[in-house]
């Protein structure tokens, strides 16, 4: 399985930000041998990498050092991931005219950081939408929180309120699906 460098590019800058310099320098030496790699040098944000090393490796670091293990860390990855993404190289996304066609972009957009990988968004509408990935060969619980966060936080960006997301089923648990239900306060669907 393979990740995008658009995925990834926002270690070192979440870390930075975050922990300080002692934290990144605390992270790297804390990373196996290939993310290690990886990351002394510049993320090619348009090269794919390899998952484990590039991505999940990495967050479990976070997690493990930042966040005492807890997937908390997972997410706060993927909400700045969404900042990156949605303020630089997919703004567009964030201005189509209604939420149900931002609502189901993002849900494919999945596909454009993670290869292989399936997902669709099933339901949209009434404060609720259900996105399911249907195919992710190397999935992880942090992974999945990861993009719980992204999911938030692009929903906030776009100016919904009140935005939770749970993970109901998950591949890493055995499900054949992950799905993340995603609600909202009803008030933000009138903005389109």
């Given at each position: 399985m393979e990740v995008k460098g658009t995925a990834i590019t926002i270690f070192p800058d979440f870390i930075g930000k975050k922990f300080g310099r002692q934290g990144m320098a605390s992270w790297l030496e804390d990373l196996p041998e290939g993310a290690r790699r990886i990351f002394g040098a510049?993320?090619?944000?348009?090269?794919?990498?390899?998952?484990?090393?590039?991505?999940?490796?990495?967050?479990?670091?976070?997690?493990?050092?930042?966040?005492?293990?807890?997937?908390?860390?997972?997410?706060?990855l993927g909400r700045s991931s969404a900042e990156f993404a949605l303020s630089g190289i997919y703004r567009s996304v964030v201005k189509?005219?209604?939420?149900?066609?931002?609502?189901?972009?993002?849900?494919?957009?999945?596909?454009n950081y993670y290869r292989p990988c399936r997902s669709e968004a099933v339901e949209v509408g009434g404060g609720r939408a259900v996105i399911r990935i249907t195919e992710f060969p190397e999935s992880h619980a942090l992974i999945e929180n990861r993009i719980a966060g992204w999911?938030?936080?692009?929903?906030?960006?776009?100016?919904?309120?009140?935005?939770?997301?749970e993970i109901p089923l998950a591949l890493s648990a055995g499900d054949p699906a992950t799905e993340f239900l995603i609600t909202w306060a009803d008030k933000a669907e009138s903005k389109g």
């Open positions: 510049a993320v090619d944000i348009n090269r794919w990498y390899p998952f484990r090393e590039a991505c999940l490796e990495p967050t479990e670091a976070v997690c493990r050092l930042f966040y005492q293990g807890d997937a908390g860390g997972a997410r706060e189509l005219n209604t939420l149900r066609l931002y609502v189901e972009r993002g849900g494919v957009m999945i596909t999911m938030q936080r692009a929903m906030e960006i776009r100016g919904c309120q009140e935005v939770s997301v």
